[in-house]
């Protein structure tokens, strides 16, 4: 890359930062031009249904509210898997900004971690919705989803990694660990 590219290339890159901050008002990502009230009030209520790229519908809804943090249910409208519980936390920036943070459970390991960072990309797509009487773009979700699974792939194929390691040193001694939840049973032994 020749020196001048280099500058315009450099150029690009903080005008783009800069505009972005400007979109947020400064205020930074989750940002919203609300009073926290009004957020928290609109929310709390809220409900949006979408379809995900397999077809099938996914609705997210706020269940609860209790100090500014809203108690949000994903759950896919067919029955299959276990809804999800997430939160949006709702804080003022100032008298006009409002942040809404997703947050969903981590599980203690990579591919739990991942997908609860999916369901906090669910949950924004949700305030977004919400926030701007829109409906969530379900090829947005899957977009942000697969970013997620991407950054995360090397620890979780580090984790997989590590599992199937310590399994087949289990099977090269002939034992296996029994499972902690199960004192007295001797299966595998």
């Not at 290339?9 to 009073?35: E, Q």
């Not at 709390?44 to 379809?51: E, L, P």
């Not at 100032?94 to 997908?115: F, H, L, Q, Y």
């Amino acid at each position: 890359m020749s020196m001048n590219s280099r500058k315009i290339f450099s150029t690009a890159l903080v005008l783009g930062a800069a505009s972005l901050t400007a979109a947020c008002g400064g205020h930074g990502p989750n940002s919203y031009l609300m009073p926290k009230d009004a957020v928290v009030e609109k929310l709390s209520s809220a409900q949006k249904t979408y379809r995900t790229i397999g077809g099938n519908s996914r609705t997210i809804k706020a269940t609860s509210t209790r100090n500014d943090t809203i108690k949000v249910r994903l759950a896919m409208d067919n029955g299959n898997g276990s809804p999800q519980i997430c939160e949006a936390i709702v804080e003022a920036i100032d008298e006009e900004w409002t942040r809404v943070t997703p947050s969903c459970k981590d599980r203690g390991n990579a591919m739990g971690d991942a997908i609860s960072e999916m369901h906090e990309k669910e949950v924004d797509e949700w305030v977004i919705a919400v926030l701007y009487d829109t409906e969530i773009d379900g090829e947005k979700v899957a977009q942000r989803s697969a970013a997620v699974a991407i950054d995360n792939m090397p620890e979780m194929r580090r984790e997989a990694l590590d599992a199937d390691r310590e399994f087949r040193e289990q099977q090269a001694r002939g034992s296996f660990a029994p499972d902690p939840g199960s004192a007295g049973n001797d299966w595998g032994q």
